[in-house]
């Protein structure tokens, strides 16, 4: 079954509490030369089939729901297997 | 006044809220989110709490509870309602007020009597209050960080859509102190700060919070 793929981010502009977390935790860790984290969204959606409908419906999946598009951008894209 | 106050699965605070109502001067009326039902109350509050465990975003899923959908039709036709803590997060969610609540930005929870200064004393929902009246009520939030774009807030301040605003701390870095707002009929009014939790000398903070939940009766008579 074909897979679409909607990738969450917070916008640039939004202040990112958890990627400053995870940025802050690596060098603690050992890992060192990673200068900016952000943190965001994958949804895997199953579906019949890849047809332009049904991206559309997607994509407004997306708009309405998957991000909140005052503080989050997404994009759509399908997985190939 | 009837007021109703909407129950969601993880809300924590509908009891208190019903209280404050109660304590208030008004009737409480409990709604249940799944049911296209406001039992013809007055005005409702979405109280505090985790509706659906935050899962998605806080807010995310409750927006499309069959409660939410009569609460977005009624409140676009003027009926006052006030959202609280998690509540503010579903009405942002809703788009029935712009913005959005993100994590705090020190990425701690936080909980604290929050001093609060009344921006706009005209709405539903704080005409009890004085313009520029200072009070003190509890805040507890994870997801308490007010932010909108530049344009908005200078819309939101040149309205006079900010409800109150953080004074002396500003607890989870919330765009230019903003605890609150309004939508542009100011029947609708988020807040992140808790006013149900300080209703009773006995416990809380004071009683500085009951003016969110006598507001709307002496609008009524006034």
Known sequence: MPRVVVDVM?????????GKAVLGALPRLGFTGVT?????????????EVTDDVLAEVEKMAETFLANTVIENFTVRVEEK | ?????????GTLDDIDAARAVRI???????????DHDLKGVDAVILPGGFSYGDYLRCGAISRFSPVMTEVIEAAGKGLPVLGICNGFQILCESHLLPGALIRNDHR?????????????ADTAWTSAFEQGQEIVVPLKNGEGQFIADEETLDRLEGEGRVVARYVEVNPNGSLRDIAGVTNQAGNVVGLMPHPEHAVEELTGSGTDGLGFFTSLVEKAFA
């Open chain 1, 10 to 18: 917070p916008k640039p502009e939004i202040l990112d509490p958890q």
């Open chain 1, 36 to 48: 900016d984290v952000r943190q965001g969204k994958r949804f895997e959606l199953e579906v019949h």
């Open chain 2, 1 to 9: 006044m009837r007021i109703g106050v909407v129950t969601f699965p």
């Open chain 2, 24 to 34: 208030g001067g008004n009737e409480a009326v409990s709604l249940w989110h799944g």
């Open chain 2, 108 to 120: 701690k929870f936080v909980c604290r009597d929050q001093r609060l200064r009344i921006e706009n």
